[in-house]
């Protein structure tokens, strides 16, 4: 198993551009989730999705845009950017029965720098 | 508004000094709290605390949750250079799929 990969590891991009960010798991995992990391601050949840065809906002939504039309696939777009999107972008899957908490699975991070 | 908040932020010991980290919180529909260790990349999972009182313990990682005081410690006894990293602690809610709320991390460094 890859696990949970993500690309591309790096990108500048200048402000107003666009991208997406890819992610996908081989683990068969039913929830993801995409996070971001400042410098000297914890994650924060951007959105997440507990199925295909099922997403939802978490803490900083705002700027970003997110589909999961596939199980394996969930990815990240961001229209128009901004300088204060410049992050490290994280995402992770789990396998969460009902009512249950399951460890988060990481992929290796995307560093995002707009000028 | 649910807070995670984690002391000190960073720390710097000798190998072989054993380290206590905190992590407490204030929120709504507290299920449980999670511990991860960052290296370079991307964090990995130490423990998952539900009940309170019910030490963790995974070599030299311990870990324990008091739900009445809202907050988790995390001790690493004889700290070697491999434990240098972020931690990480996190809470997840009820009904709020899965979603988490991590603290601002403690960065731990330790010197040979």
């Known amino acids: 198993n890859a696990g949970v990969t993500q690309t591309p590891k790096f990108r500048i991009l200048k402000i107003g551009q666009s991208m997406t960010l890819q992610c996908a798991q081989d683990m068969n995992h039913n929830y993801m989730y995409w996070y971001r990391q400042d410098p000297g601050m914890g994650l924060k949840l951007i959105y997440y999705?507990?199925?295909?065809?099922?997403?939802d906002k978490g803490e900083v939504p705002n700027g970003y845009n997110v589909s999961r039309s596939t199980t394996e696939d969930f990815p990240l777009r961001l229209e128009l950017a901004a300088p204060s999107q410049t992050s490290v972008y994280f995402c992770a899957s789990s396998y969460t029965p009902p009512g249950q908490v399951a460890e988060q699975f990481f992929g290796p991070g995307t560093r995002l720098t707009v000028l | 508004e649910d807070k995670v908040v984690q002391s000190p932020l960073s720390l710097v010991v000798h190998e072989g000094d054993t380290v206590t980290l905190n992590c407490s919180y204030e929120?709504?529909?507290?299920?449980?709290l999670l511990w991860y260790k960052q290296e370079k990349k991307a964090p990995t999972f130490l423990f998952m605390l539900t009940s309170s009182g019910i030490e963790k313990k995974s070599g030299r990682l311990s870990s324990i949750l008091d739900k009445k005081e809202l907050f988790s410690i995390l001790n690493i006894t004889a700290t070697q250079t491999g434990d240098s990293a972020i931690y990480l602690c996190a809470v997840d809610f009820y009904n709020q799929g899965g979603k988490l709320i991590f603290g601002q991390g403690t960065e731990l460094s330790v010197k040979p």
């Open positions: 929120v709504t529909n507290f299920r449980s």
């Open positions: 999705s507990v199925g295909a065809g099922i997403t």
